[in-house]
Protein backbone atom coordinates (compact mmCIF):
# COMPACT_ATOMS: atom_id res chain seq x y z
CA UNK A 1 0.00 0.00 0.00
CA UNK A 2 2.63 2.14 1.07
CA UNK A 3 4.21 1.67 -2.84
CA UNK A 4 0.77 2.57 -4.44
CA UNK A 5 0.72 5.64 -1.88
CA UNK A 6 3.60 7.71 -1.39
CA UNK A 7 1.23 10.48 0.38
CA UNK A 8 1.23 9.33 3.80
CA UNK A 9 2.40 11.62 6.67
CA UNK A 10 1.30 10.89 9.50
CA UNK A 11 0.39 7.72 11.38
CA UNK A 12 -3.25 7.20 13.13
CA UNK A 13 -3.47 7.61 16.99
CA UNK A 14 -2.89 4.34 19.12
CA UNK A 15 -5.89 2.60 20.13
CA UNK A 16 -4.56 3.18 23.51
CA UNK A 17 -5.00 6.66 23.23
CA UNK A 18 -7.98 9.02 23.30
CA UNK A 19 -8.68 12.09 20.67
CA UNK A 20 -9.16 15.60 21.99
CA UNK A 21 -12.84 15.26 20.49
CA UNK A 22 -12.93 11.93 23.06
CA UNK A 23 -11.74 14.16 25.67
CA UNK A 24 -14.16 16.55 24.93
CA UNK A 25 -16.89 14.71 24.88
CA UNK A 26 -15.85 13.46 28.59
CA UNK A 27 -15.32 16.97 29.85
CA UNK A 28 -19.21 17.17 28.66
CA UNK A 29 -20.41 14.13 30.26
CA UNK A 30 -18.22 15.20 33.60
CA UNK A 31 -19.97 18.54 33.25
CA UNK A 32 -23.46 17.13 33.25
CA UNK A 33 -22.67 14.80 36.17
CA UNK A 34 -21.06 17.59 38.44
CA UNK A 35 -24.64 20.11 37.57
CA UNK A 36 -26.44 17.09 37.97
CA UNK A 37 -25.22 16.25 42.18
CA UNK A 38 -25.42 20.23 42.02
CA UNK A 39 -28.71 20.36 41.18
CA UNK A 40 -30.02 17.73 43.57
CA UNK A 41 -27.44 19.09 47.04
CA UNK A 42 -28.52 22.55 46.38
CA UNK A 43 -32.45 21.32 47.20
CA UNK A 44 -31.09 20.80 50.48
CA UNK A 45 -28.47 23.43 50.76
CA UNK A 46 -29.69 26.35 48.98
CA UNK A 47 -33.32 25.57 48.51
CA UNK A 48 -35.04 28.35 45.47
CA UNK A 49 -31.27 28.27 43.87
CA UNK A 50 -31.68 28.62 39.71
CA UNK A 51 -29.81 25.43 39.07
CA UNK A 52 -31.98 23.55 41.29
CA UNK A 53 -35.21 25.23 40.33
CA UNK A 54 -34.04 24.16 36.16
CA UNK A 55 -33.77 20.89 36.95
CA UNK A 56 -37.08 20.55 38.33
CA UNK A 57 -38.82 22.69 36.20
CA UNK A 58 -37.44 21.09 32.75
CA UNK A 59 -36.35 17.94 33.83
CA UNK A 60 -38.40 16.23 36.66
CA UNK A 61 -41.31 17.68 36.32
CA UNK A 62 -41.69 16.52 32.57
CA UNK A 63 -40.82 12.85 33.83
CA UNK A 64 -43.55 12.51 36.89
CA UNK A 65 -46.09 13.97 34.32
CA UNK A 66 -45.15 11.65 31.80
CA UNK A 67 -45.47 8.62 34.57
CA UNK A 68 -48.76 9.54 35.96
CA UNK A 69 -50.54 10.99 32.89
CA UNK A 70 -48.74 9.95 29.70
CA UNK A 71 -49.41 13.72 28.25
CA UNK A 72 -46.25 15.74 29.24
CA UNK A 73 -44.00 16.82 26.23
CA UNK A 74 -40.18 17.17 26.02
CA UNK A 75 -38.84 21.12 25.82
CA UNK A 76 -36.42 22.57 24.49
CA UNK A 77 -33.81 22.74 27.03
CA UNK A 78 -34.01 19.33 28.19
CA UNK A 79 -33.90 18.05 24.46
CA UNK A 80 -30.78 19.96 23.93
CA UNK A 81 -29.54 18.67 27.31
CA UNK A 82 -30.17 14.76 26.06
CA UNK A 83 -29.11 15.46 22.71
CA UNK A 84 -25.44 16.68 23.69
CA UNK A 85 -25.27 13.88 26.55
CA UNK A 86 -26.44 11.26 23.88
CA UNK A 87 -23.59 12.43 21.19
CA UNK A 88 -21.15 12.70 24.11
CA UNK A 89 -21.81 9.22 25.11
CA UNK A 90 -21.29 7.78 22.19
CA UNK A 91 -17.89 8.98 21.42
CA UNK A 92 -16.97 8.04 25.13
CA UNK A 93 -17.89 4.96 25.23
CA UNK A 94 -16.97 4.04 21.60
CA UNK A 95 -13.14 5.14 22.82
CA UNK A 96 -13.37 3.17 25.99
CA UNK A 97 -14.32 0.07 24.15
CA UNK A 98 -11.84 0.33 21.73
CA UNK A 99 -9.05 1.23 24.65
CA UNK A 100 -9.87 -1.89 26.33
CA UNK A 101 -9.61 -4.43 23.19
CA UNK A 102 -13.34 -4.89 22.57
CA UNK A 103 -13.75 -6.62 18.82
CA UNK A 104 -15.75 -4.07 16.58
CA UNK A 105 -18.09 -6.58 15.19
CA UNK A 106 -20.98 -5.71 13.54
CA UNK A 107 -22.68 -8.93 15.16
CA UNK A 108 -22.57 -6.36 18.51
CA UNK A 109 -24.78 -4.07 17.49
CA UNK A 110 -27.28 -7.49 16.39
CA UNK A 111 -26.96 -8.62 19.95
CA UNK A 112 -28.32 -5.73 21.25
CA UNK A 113 -31.63 -5.42 18.88
CA UNK A 114 -33.56 -7.30 21.28
CA UNK A 115 -33.33 -4.64 23.90
CA UNK A 116 -34.46 -2.12 21.53
CA UNK A 117 -37.89 -4.72 21.35
CA UNK A 118 -37.20 -5.25 25.24
CA UNK A 119 -37.25 -1.05 25.93
CA UNK A 120 -40.16 -0.91 23.51
CA UNK A 121 -42.71 -3.61 25.15
CA UNK A 122 -42.02 -2.22 28.46
CA UNK A 123 -42.61 1.28 27.72
CA UNK A 124 -46.04 0.13 25.78
CA UNK A 125 -46.87 -1.92 29.16
CA UNK A 126 -45.90 1.66 31.35
CA UNK A 127 -48.61 3.48 28.93
CA UNK A 128 -51.14 0.48 29.96
CA UNK A 129 -50.77 1.60 33.33
CA UNK A 130 -49.36 -2.24 33.82
CA UNK A 131 -46.65 -0.52 35.66
CA UNK A 132 -47.14 1.24 39.26
CA UNK A 133 -46.74 5.24 37.90
CA UNK A 134 -45.27 6.10 41.35
CA UNK A 135 -42.72 2.93 41.56
CA UNK A 136 -41.53 0.88 38.84
CA UNK A 137 -43.46 2.45 36.04
CA UNK A 138 -40.71 5.64 36.24
CA UNK A 139 -38.39 3.54 35.23
CA UNK A 140 -39.91 2.71 31.48
CA UNK A 141 -40.72 6.50 30.93
CA UNK A 142 -37.89 8.24 28.40
CA UNK A 143 -35.13 9.15 28.85
CA UNK A 144 -34.78 6.64 32.50
CA UNK A 145 -35.95 3.83 30.37
CA UNK A 146 -32.36 4.07 27.93
CA UNK A 147 -30.24 4.21 31.33
CA UNK A 148 -32.16 1.19 32.49
CA UNK A 149 -31.88 -0.92 29.60
CA UNK A 150 -27.91 0.26 29.97
CA UNK A 151 -27.55 -1.03 33.48
CA UNK A 152 -29.07 -4.26 32.26
CA UNK A 153 -26.80 -4.59 29.21
CA UNK A 154 -23.86 -3.81 31.33
CA UNK A 155 -24.92 -6.48 34.15
CA UNK A 156 -25.66 -9.36 31.40
CA UNK A 157 -22.54 -8.43 29.64
CA UNK A 158 -20.27 -8.26 32.23
CA UNK A 159 -22.09 -11.39 34.24
CA UNK A 160 -21.75 -13.68 30.51
CA UNK A 161 -18.00 -12.27 30.07
CA UNK A 162 -16.85 -13.44 33.60
CA UNK A 163 -18.94 -17.01 33.47
CA UNK A 164 -17.31 -17.86 30.37
CA UNK A 165 -13.39 -17.14 31.21
CA UNK A 166 -14.15 -18.61 34.87
CA UNK A 167 -15.99 -21.81 33.42
CA UNK A 168 -13.04 -23.61 30.98
CA UNK A 169 -14.52 -25.64 28.48
CA UNK A 170 -18.14 -25.33 29.60
CA UNK A 171 -18.18 -21.76 29.68
CA UNK A 172 -20.98 -21.67 26.77
CA UNK A 173 -23.41 -23.95 28.74
CA UNK A 174 -22.92 -21.79 31.82
CA UNK A 175 -23.69 -18.41 30.16
CA UNK A 176 -26.95 -20.09 28.93
CA UNK A 177 -27.62 -21.17 32.71
CA UNK A 178 -27.17 -17.93 33.45
CA UNK A 179 -29.25 -16.22 30.95
CA UNK A 180 -31.99 -18.70 32.16
CA UNK A 181 -31.56 -17.33 35.37
CA UNK A 182 -31.90 -13.28 34.38
CA UNK A 183 -34.79 -14.56 33.08
CA UNK A 184 -36.51 -15.87 35.81
CA UNK A 185 -35.38 -13.04 37.77
CA UNK A 186 -37.08 -10.55 35.37
CA UNK A 187 -40.32 -12.98 35.68
CA UNK A 188 -40.31 -12.32 39.54
CA UNK A 189 -39.60 -8.85 38.99
CA UNK A 190 -42.30 -7.12 36.48
CA UNK A 191 -44.39 -10.48 36.51
CA UNK A 192 -46.26 -9.64 39.64
CA UNK A 193 -46.92 -6.11 38.50
CA UNK A 194 -48.07 -6.86 34.88
CA UNK A 195 -50.46 -9.83 35.65
CA UNK A 196 -52.11 -7.90 38.94
CA UNK A 197 -54.96 -6.31 36.37
CA UNK A 198 -56.52 -9.56 35.55
CA UNK A 199 -57.56 -11.98 38.26
CA UNK A 200 -57.29 -15.74 37.12
CA UNK A 201 -57.97 -18.63 38.43
CA UNK A 202 -54.38 -20.96 38.58
CA UNK A 203 -55.33 -23.56 35.53
CA UNK A 204 -56.11 -20.14 33.55
CA UNK A 205 -53.41 -18.50 34.42
CA UNK A 206 -51.55 -21.21 33.32
CA UNK A 207 -52.86 -21.31 29.98
CA UNK A 208 -52.48 -17.66 29.68
CA UNK A 209 -49.80 -15.52 28.02
CA UNK A 210 -48.93 -14.47 31.78
CA UNK A 211 -47.34 -18.23 32.12
CA UNK A 212 -46.87 -19.08 28.33
CA UNK A 213 -44.75 -16.02 26.80
CA UNK A 214 -42.19 -16.32 29.54
CA UNK A 215 -42.32 -19.99 29.32
CA UNK A 216 -41.61 -19.98 25.62
CA UNK A 217 -39.18 -17.26 26.51
CA UNK A 218 -37.25 -19.93 27.95
CA UNK A 219 -37.70 -22.10 25.68
CA UNK A 220 -36.10 -19.65 22.77
CA UNK A 221 -32.93 -19.23 25.26
CA UNK A 222 -32.20 -23.22 25.42
CA UNK A 223 -32.94 -23.65 21.73
CA UNK A 224 -30.62 -21.05 20.54
CA UNK A 225 -27.97 -22.12 22.48
CA UNK A 226 -26.23 -24.14 19.52
CA UNK A 227 -26.69 -21.42 17.26
CA UNK A 228 -24.76 -18.80 19.14
CA UNK A 229 -21.15 -20.93 19.30
CA UNK A 230 -20.11 -18.55 16.70
CA UNK A 231 -20.81 -15.01 18.89
CA UNK A 232 -18.99 -14.04 21.74
CA UNK A 233 -20.22 -14.83 25.45
CA UNK A 234 -20.83 -11.45 25.98
CA UNK A 235 -22.92 -11.24 22.79
CA UNK A 236 -24.59 -14.99 23.53
CA UNK A 237 -25.73 -13.81 26.53
CA UNK A 238 -26.82 -10.20 25.77
CA UNK A 239 -28.80 -12.21 22.79
CA UNK A 240 -30.60 -14.88 25.26
CA UNK A 241 -31.51 -12.73 28.23
CA UNK A 242 -32.68 -9.55 26.01
CA UNK A 243 -35.16 -12.03 24.00
CA UNK A 244 -36.45 -14.15 26.90
CA UNK A 245 -36.69 -10.71 28.53
CA UNK A 246 -39.22 -9.53 25.74
CA UNK A 247 -41.14 -12.29 25.60
CA UNK A 248 -42.01 -11.61 29.28
CA UNK A 249 -43.23 -7.86 28.92
CA UNK A 250 -44.51 -9.61 25.35
CA UNK A 251 -46.69 -11.47 28.04
CA UNK A 252 -48.54 -7.85 29.15
CA UNK A 253 -48.75 -6.57 25.29
CA UNK A 254 -50.67 -10.19 24.61
CA UNK A 255 -52.84 -9.57 27.57
CA UNK A 256 -53.72 -6.23 26.95
CA UNK A 257 -54.78 -7.18 23.60
CA UNK A 258 -56.71 -10.67 24.41
CA UNK A 259 -58.38 -8.81 27.36
CA UNK A 260 -58.11 -5.21 27.44
CA UNK A 261 -58.59 -2.79 29.98
CA UNK A 262 -59.76 0.48 31.07
CA UNK A 263 -62.95 -0.52 28.43
CA UNK A 264 -60.03 0.15 25.76
CA UNK A 265 -60.95 -2.15 22.59
CA UNK A 266 -57.79 -3.18 20.12
CA UNK A 267 -57.62 -2.18 16.82
CA UNK A 268 -56.90 -4.37 14.00
CA UNK A 269 -53.43 -5.65 12.96
CA UNK A 270 -53.29 -4.02 9.56
CA UNK A 271 -52.11 -0.63 10.74
CA UNK A 272 -48.72 -2.76 12.36
CA UNK A 273 -48.58 -4.94 9.42
CA UNK A 274 -48.26 -1.90 7.26
CA UNK A 275 -46.16 0.35 9.38
CA UNK A 276 -43.35 -2.55 9.93
CA UNK A 277 -43.69 -4.34 6.94
CA UNK A 278 -42.61 -1.60 3.94
CA UNK A 279 -40.30 -0.80 5.27
CA UNK A 280 -38.85 -4.04 6.04
CA UNK A 281 -39.66 -5.00 2.15
CA UNK A 282 -37.64 -1.70 1.14
CA UNK A 283 -34.60 -2.49 2.91
CA UNK A 284 -34.63 -6.54 2.05
CA UNK A 285 -34.54 -4.42 -1.93
CA UNK A 286 -31.38 -2.59 -0.25
CA UNK A 287 -29.82 -5.68 0.67
CA UNK A 288 -30.00 -7.47 -2.45
CA UNK A 289 -28.76 -4.18 -4.37
CA UNK A 290 -25.64 -3.71 -2.39
CA UNK A 291 -24.76 -7.12 -2.13
CA UNK A 292 -22.52 -7.68 -5.81
CA UNK A 293 -20.41 -4.37 -4.83
CA UNK A 294 -19.93 -5.58 -1.18
CA UNK A 295 -18.42 -9.11 -1.82
CA UNK A 296 -16.26 -7.36 -4.26
CA UNK A 297 -14.85 -5.35 -1.71
CA UNK A 298 -14.54 -8.22 0.53
CA UNK A 299 -12.80 -10.35 -2.06
CA UNK A 300 -9.93 -7.25 -2.04
CA UNK A 301 -10.21 -7.68 1.78
CA UNK A 302 -11.42 -4.48 2.49
CA UNK A 303 -15.09 -3.03 4.14
CA UNK A 304 -17.28 -0.64 3.05
CA UNK A 305 -16.18 2.66 4.20
CA UNK A 306 -13.07 1.65 6.27
CA UNK A 307 -10.05 2.49 5.18
CA UNK A 308 -6.80 0.31 5.14
CA UNK A 309 -5.28 0.11 8.50
CA UNK A 310 -2.50 2.76 9.33
CA UNK A 311 -3.41 5.27 7.24
CA UNK A 312 -4.99 8.35 8.78
CA UNK A 313 -8.54 9.92 7.07
CA UNK A 314 -6.28 12.96 5.57
CA UNK A 315 -3.70 10.53 3.93
CA UNK A 316 -7.13 8.47 2.51
CA UNK A 317 -8.27 11.72 0.99
CA UNK A 318 -5.15 12.35 -1.03
CA UNK A 319 -4.72 8.94 -2.64
CA UNK A 320 -5.11 7.82 -6.01
CA UNK A 321 -4.23 4.44 -6.01
CA UNK A 322 -5.82 1.34 -7.16
CA UNK A 323 -7.44 0.45 -3.69
CA UNK A 324 -8.63 3.83 -3.26
CA UNK A 325 -10.26 3.83 -6.65
CA UNK A 326 -12.00 0.53 -6.16
CA UNK A 327 -13.02 1.79 -2.59
CA UNK A 328 -14.38 4.80 -3.89
CA UNK A 329 -16.34 3.35 -6.26
CA UNK A 330 -17.77 0.42 -4.48
CA UNK A 331 -18.97 1.74 -0.89
CA UNK A 332 -22.01 3.56 -2.10
CA UNK A 333 -23.75 0.91 -3.76
CA UNK A 334 -21.75 -1.68 -0.62
CA UNK A 335 -23.44 0.29 2.05
CA UNK A 336 -27.14 -0.95 1.11
CA UNK A 337 -26.05 -4.75 1.43
CA UNK A 338 -24.95 -3.96 5.28
CA UNK A 339 -27.35 -5.38 7.60
CA UNK A 340 -26.83 -3.04 10.53
CA UNK A 341 -27.02 0.14 8.18
CA UNK A 342 -30.28 -0.87 7.09
CA UNK A 343 -31.88 -1.57 11.03
CA UNK A 344 -30.51 2.32 11.17
CA UNK A 345 -32.44 3.24 8.23
CA UNK A 346 -35.48 0.52 8.71
CA UNK A 347 -35.90 2.44 12.61
CA UNK A 348 -36.27 5.63 10.87
CA UNK A 349 -38.58 4.71 7.97
CA UNK A 350 -40.74 2.74 11.14
CA UNK A 351 -40.35 6.07 13.38
CA UNK A 352 -41.70 7.88 10.88
CA UNK A 353 -44.84 5.95 9.38
CA UNK A 354 -45.73 5.31 13.15
CA UNK A 355 -46.08 8.82 13.98
CA UNK A 356 -48.07 9.58 10.93
CA UNK A 357 -50.48 7.17 11.18
CA UNK A 358 -50.48 7.50 14.49
CA UNK A 359 -50.58 11.56 14.59
CA UNK A 360 -53.05 11.27 11.67
CA UNK A 361 -55.45 8.86 12.89
CA UNK A 362 -55.40 7.77 15.74
CA UNK A 363 -55.40 11.13 18.02
CA UNK A 364 -52.02 11.00 19.29
CA UNK A 365 -49.39 14.04 20.15
CA UNK A 366 -46.32 14.88 19.51
CA UNK A 367 -43.83 15.14 22.49
CA UNK A 368 -40.63 16.74 20.89
CA UNK A 369 -39.83 20.04 20.33
CA UNK A 370 -38.21 19.46 16.86
CA UNK A 371 -40.39 17.02 15.44
CA UNK A 372 -43.48 18.97 16.15
CA UNK A 373 -41.65 22.33 14.45
CA UNK A 374 -41.20 19.60 11.66
CA UNK A 375 -45.21 19.15 11.70
CA UNK A 376 -45.92 22.56 11.93
CA UNK A 377 -44.18 23.83 9.19
CA UNK A 378 -45.35 20.76 6.55
CA UNK A 379 -48.55 20.92 7.80
CA UNK A 380 -49.60 17.23 8.33
CA UNK A 381 -48.10 14.88 9.77
CA UNK A 382 -47.11 13.22 6.90
CA UNK A 383 -44.52 15.71 6.49
CA UNK A 384 -42.46 14.75 9.35
CA UNK A 385 -43.20 10.85 7.83
CA UNK A 386 -41.37 11.93 4.37
CA UNK A 387 -38.67 13.42 6.53
CA UNK A 388 -38.18 10.15 8.12
CA UNK A 389 -37.81 8.88 4.87
CA UNK A 390 -35.36 11.54 4.24
CA UNK A 391 -33.24 10.74 7.04
CA UNK A 392 -32.99 7.21 5.88
CA UNK A 393 -31.31 7.98 3.33
CA UNK A 394 -29.03 10.23 4.97
CA UNK A 395 -28.12 7.66 7.19
CA UNK A 396 -26.86 5.67 3.78
CA UNK A 397 -25.41 8.63 2.76
CA UNK A 398 -22.83 9.33 5.47
CA UNK A 399 -21.79 5.57 5.53
CA UNK A 400 -21.44 5.56 2.02
CA UNK A 401 -19.61 8.90 1.67
CA UNK A 402 -17.73 9.21 5.12
CA UNK A 403 -14.52 7.36 5.95
CA UNK A 404 -13.83 6.03 9.14
CA UNK A 405 -10.16 5.04 10.21
CA UNK A 406 -9.15 1.56 11.49
CA UNK A 407 -9.33 2.76 15.25
CA UNK A 408 -12.94 4.74 14.92
CA UNK A 409 -14.80 1.44 13.74
CA UNK A 410 -16.36 1.13 17.46
CA UNK A 411 -17.14 4.82 16.93
CA UNK A 412 -18.98 3.51 13.87
CA UNK A 413 -20.78 1.32 15.49
CA UNK A 414 -21.66 3.26 18.19
CA UNK A 415 -23.33 5.40 16.01
CA UNK A 416 -25.61 2.58 14.43
CA UNK A 417 -26.26 1.91 18.19
CA UNK A 418 -27.67 5.17 18.54
CA UNK A 419 -29.84 5.83 15.26
CA UNK A 420 -31.64 2.74 16.40
CA UNK A 421 -32.04 3.71 19.78
CA UNK A 422 -33.68 7.07 18.60
CA UNK A 423 -35.46 5.47 15.73
CA UNK A 424 -36.44 1.92 15.84
CA UNK A 425 -37.25 2.08 19.95
CA UNK A 426 -39.80 4.95 19.20
CA UNK A 427 -41.31 3.83 16.32
CA UNK A 428 -41.94 0.11 17.68
CA UNK A 429 -43.38 1.58 21.04
CA UNK A 430 -45.82 3.76 18.71
CA UNK A 431 -46.95 1.05 16.20
CA UNK A 432 -47.63 -1.23 19.49
CA UNK A 433 -49.20 1.16 21.69
CA UNK A 434 -51.60 2.19 18.86
CA UNK A 435 -52.96 -1.78 18.38
CA UNK A 436 -54.24 -1.49 21.73
CA UNK A 437 -55.24 1.71 21.53
CA UNK A 438 -53.30 3.37 24.46
Known amino acids: MSEESPLLTEKPLPDSHFSLME ?17 ILGQDIAPGNILSESYDTY ?14 GYNPVDTIAYSLLLVSFVVVISAWL ?70 DSEGRAKVTQLSAILLLLQWVVFMPQIGSHWEKEFVDWLLSPLFLSPLFGLLIIVLLHPFLECCTAIEQGLIQVGLGGC ?28 IVGVPFIICVLLWFT ?84 VIDMAGTAWGFGALKFGLAAMIWWLFAYARF ?34
Open 59 to 72: FIEPHSIDSTTGDA
Open 247 to 274: FVHLAGWLMLYIEPLNNREPISMLPFLF
Open 23 to 39: RGAATIILTGVILLLGA
Open 98 to 167: RRIGVPPRDESILALLPWVFWASLGEVNEDGYLFDPEGMGGFFVSPLIHFHVAIWVVLVGWMSHNVDKKS
Open 290 to 373: GQEARAQLKHMGLEPGIIPEGITVEDWERQNSSTWERMESLTPPATLGIPVVLLGMYGQMVDGLATSVGLEHYGYGEKHVASQW
Open 405 to 438: ETRHRHLRLMVLLCLLVVGLAPGLRDVLRMTLAV
